[in-house]
């Protein structure tokens, strides 16, 4: 050990140290610009920007909606998943709609219900929640709610789900939510996201 640390340049560790400094400069001025973009994004959409610690780029929230760039594991600040989040009454259950379902409206292929399946493990049984395929009557459930919707149109829905990249919409008791792989920021998407789920409930 001590042979390794008198081989060591002074050079060298001056090197390690500058590259480590420019490093943590260079990630400081990321997280930096992933707030200041929801910053702006908040003020764009008349909503309420909330820190959420250093790192993580924090949240905004307006009079019927979330948007909240999370870590995909807690701990951690490299992988993200943005949630957008619309309010919504009386929702007709736990549903998973893939963008197909509206594509040849209803296509109950891309349309599943949440669930409880029970599962043998070990010398227990368990109960876990998986989406499957809807019963009739939970079929007509999501039609007639999607029906009363304001300004529901299932072409429009689906072109405009290509358009800004949507792959699913889950319908809970909450509301309608969307979620994105990484930090998404651009705010004609995370607009026209806020547009389709405002436009499927009543």
Same mark, same amino acid.
């Given at each position: ?39 702006? =994004? %908040? %003020?764009?959409?008349?909503? @309420? ?14 009079d019927?909606? =979330? ?11 490299? @992988?993200?998943? /943005? +949630? ?6 009386s929702t ?6 893939? +963008? ?17 399946q ?5 010398? @227990?049984? *368990?109960?876990i ?21 304001? %300004?529901? #149109?299932? #072409?429009? *829905?689906y072109?405009?789900m ?14 309608? /939510? ?10 004609? +998407?995370?607009?026209? /996201?806020? #547009? ?7």
């Amino acid at each position: 050990m001590a042979v390794m640390l008198a081989s060591t340049r002074p050079s060298e560790i001056g090197g390690i140290s500058l590259l480590a400094f420019v490093l943590l400069t260079f990630y400081g001025l990321v997280v930096l610009a992933r707030k200041l973009r929801f910053q702006q =994004v %908040s %003020s764009k959409l008349g909503a @309420t920007y909330i820190q959420n610690g250093w790192i993580v780029p924090g949240k905004v929230v307006g009079d019927d909606f =979330v948007i909240e760039a999370r870590p995909l594991r807690a701990g951690t600040s490299n @992988t993200y998943r /943005t +949630r957008v989040q619309v309010a919504a009454a009386s929702t007709p259950g736990p549903y998973l709609l893939k +963008r197909n379902f509206f594509r040849n409206f209803p296509d109950w292929n891309f349309a599943k219900v949440l669930g409880i399946q029970s599962e043998r493990l070990f010398a @227990t049984t *368990v109960a876990i929640p998986r989406y499957a395929e809807s019963t009739t009557g939970q079929q007509s459930m999501l039609l007639e709610w999607l029906r009363r919707a304001r %300004s529901f #149109d299932a #072409d429009q *829905v689906y072109q405009a789900m290509k358009k800004f990249r949507i792959r699913e919409v889950r319908i809970d008791m909450e509301g309608l /939510t969307v979620t994105f792989p990484g930090a998404v920021s651009n705010f004609g +998407r995370l607009q026209g /996201t806020l #547009d389709v789920l405002r436009s499927l409930r009543r």
